[in-house]
């Protein structure tokens, strides 16, 4: 086990599945105390701080639904008040929903941009208020944000594109802090949510350069080298993660 990330605390938003679960054991196995929120499923939840634990690593999941202004706030808060600090943020915590642009309703909008894009904005805003020189903010993105290659996606594809102007804009705020903040653009990712052995799988897959689906573990690879010493001087950066679906 390394220690890159000793004595450093982190958060993770929706990091009880998928490519936060990933992120949240990744940062672990480098040496960070994760805690993690969830919406639902607090056994799940546990189940990964336990996971956590194991590795020698402090564990808290906290119950926040990325939609709601006041628990996203709170969540941040509450990782200072339970561990004295935070250092990084990862925002994973993401709403998704696909159909015609005639057919998605204002309940829709409001729910994807409301944790998309206000979830995100918020939980950056709570944690720069909190973090010292070395702090690294890290938000999960799409590489829907680039490329849409199929109908449906006008409404997920803007909260994620809304995601570039906000790391630019953080980067830019905070780099005289010492702060960094960088997007990460996953493309089709092998998740419960998105199997890769799904009704959609291969059509996903043919649309990326190597023809295949990536593993969470490979968004967690770019997130641990953001957040770690060897990411210092990467700021304000969209890296795709898409086995080449935005070539």
């Not at 805690?35 to 926040?64: F, N, P, S």
């Not at 709570?126 to 702090?135: E, F, I, N, P, Y």
């Not at 594109?161 to 830019?172: H, I, Q």
Request: proline share 4%.
């Amino acid at each position: 086990m390394t220690e890159k990330l000793d004595g450093r605390v982190a958060l993770v938003t929706g990091g009880s599945r998928g490519i936060g679960e990933a992120v949240a054991l990744r940062l672990a196995e480098d040496g960070a105390d994760v805690a993690l929120t969830y919406r639902q499923d607090a056994e799940r939840a546990e189940a990964v701080a336990g996971k956590i634990e194991a590795m020698g690593r402090r564990a808290w999941a906290v119950r926040a639904d990325g939609g709601d202004p006041a628990q996203v706030r709170a969540a941040v808060d509450g990782v200072v008040a339970h561990f004295g600090r935070l250092d990084i943020l990862v925002n994973n915590a993401g709403a998704g929903v696909l159909g015609p642009i005639g057919a998605l309703s204002l309940a829709d909008v409001d729910l994807v941009l409301g944790v998309n894009v206000r979830g995100s904005f918020l939980a950056a805003q709570a944690a720069a208020g909190h973090m010292g020189r070395g702090g690294r903010i890290v938000t999960i993105g799409s590489c829907m944000a680039e490329r849409v290659a199929f109908p449906g996606g006008s409404l997920y594809a803007t909260s994620k594109a809304a995601l570039f102007g906000l790391t630019k804009a953080l980067a830019r705020e905070l780099g005289p802090r010492g702060i960094t903040a960088n997007l990460v653009n996953p493309g089709p990712t092998d998740t419960e949510m998105n199997p890769a052995d799904g009704p959609a799988g291969s059509a996903q897959a043919e649309l990326t350069a190597l023809g295949a689906f990536g593993q969470p573990s490979d968004i967690a690879a770019t997130v641990a080298h953001l957040v770690g010493a060897d990411g210092r001087y990467i700021t304000g950066a969209a890296i795709a993660v898409d086995g080449g679906f935005a070539a």
